[in-house]
T-cell receptor, first 117, second 113 residues
Framework: SAVISQKPSRDICQRGTSLTIQCQVD?????MFWYRQQPGQSLTLIAT?????????ESGFVIDKFPISRPNLTFSTLTVSNMSPEDSSIYLC??????????????FGEGSWLTVV | GIQVEQSPPDLILQEGANSTLRCNFS?????LQWFHQNPWGQLINLFY???GTKQNGRLSATTVATERYSLLYISSSQTTDSGVYFC???????????????FGQGTILTVHP
C-alpha cells in the first residue's frame, strides 16, 4: 500500500481567494489523481497528474481554475482558484501503484475539507 | 462512458446482521475496486476485484464480469462498518483499458448498536 498525506486537512476560505492543497506520497509513483467530492455526492475526477508533463483535465475542469503541479514522483499540489461557495467540497489526492501483485489498485489521502464562505 | 449503479442507496442494520451491497456496470471492465469512506472522509481500499472472489475477515467480494456485477458481503456487522461504500470501475475493450476510474453513487450503511 501507500501512505498519502494531504495538507490542509480542513480549512474555511473566503470567497474569491485561492488555496493550495499539498499531497505527499511515501513512495515514488507514476500517476497521481485529484478528485472532488461535493457534499453528499460521489467522487469526480478533476485531473491526472504525471511527473514531467502537463496535467490532463476531465471535462468540466480547467487549468485556470484548478492548476496542478507535479514537480517530482512523490509530490503534487492542487490549487482551487477564485473560490466560490460551490467549491466547498472534499478534495482527495490518490495514487495508482503499478505493481503486478495488486494491479492498478488506487489509494487515497485523508482528504482536504474546504468550506468557502 | 461506463455507467455504474449501486444498490441499495441506503441500508440500516443492527449490529451483528449480515448485508449484501451490489454494483452493476454497463460495459466490460478490467479494474473494479470497492472502497469504504468513514464518517471522517477517509477512503479505504477494500478490494481490487475485477473478477472472482476474495475475502478479508468479515468482508468478502465477488465479481461476475460476464454478467457485469459485483457484490460486497459484510457479515456480523459492527458500528465501525458505518459509512459509505463505493464501487469504482474502469472500462476494458479490444484488449485495452479505456476511460477513467468511474465511481458509483455509493451505499450509505448505518449500523446501530
Amino acid at each position: 500500500s501507500a501512505v498519502i498525506s494531504q495538507k490542509p486537512s480542513r480549512d474555511i476560505c473566503q470567497r474569491g481567494t485561492s488555496l493550495t492543497i499539498q499531497c505527499q506520497v511515501d513512495s515514488q509513483v507514476t500517476m497521481m489523481f485529484w478528485y472532488r467530492q461535493q457534499p453528499g455526492q460521489s467522487l469526480t475526477l478533476i485531473a491526472t497528474a504525471n511527473q514531467g508533463s502537463e496535467a490532463t483535465y476531465e471535462s468540466g475542469f480547467v487549468i485556470d481554475k484548478f492548476p496542478i503541479s507535479r514537480p517530482n514522483l512523490t509530490f503534487s499540489t492542487l490549487t482551487v482558484s477564485n473560490m466560490s461557495p460551490e467549491d466547498s467540497s472534499i478534495y482527495l489526492c490518490s495514487v495508482s501503484l503499478d505493481r503486478t501483485s495488486s494491479g492498478n489498485t488506487i489509494y487515497f489521502g485523508e482528504g482536504s475539507w474546504l468550506t468557502v464562505v | 462512458g461506463i455507467q455504474v449503479e449501486q444498490s441499495p442507496p441506503d441500508l440500516i442494520l443492527q449490529e451483528g446482521a449480515n448485508s449484501t451491497l451490489r454494483c452493476n456496470f454497463s460495459d466490460s471492465v478490467n479494474n473494479l475496486q470497492w472502497f469504504h469512506q468513514n464518517p471522517w472522509g477517509q477512503l479505504i481500499n477494500l478490494f481490487y476485484i475485477p473478477s472472482g472472489t476474495k475475502q478479508n475477515g468479515r468482508l468478502s467480494a465477488t465479481t461476475v464480469a460476464t454478467e457485469r456485477y459485483s457484490l460486497l458481503y459484510i457479515s456480523s456487522s459492527q458500528t465501525t462498518d458505518s459509512g459509505v461504500y463505493f464501487c469504482a470501475v474502469k472500462g476494458y475493450a479490444g484488449g485495452t483499458s479505456y476511460g477513467k476510474l468511474t465511481f458509483g453513487q455509493g451505499t450509505i450503511l448505518t449500523v446501530h448498536p
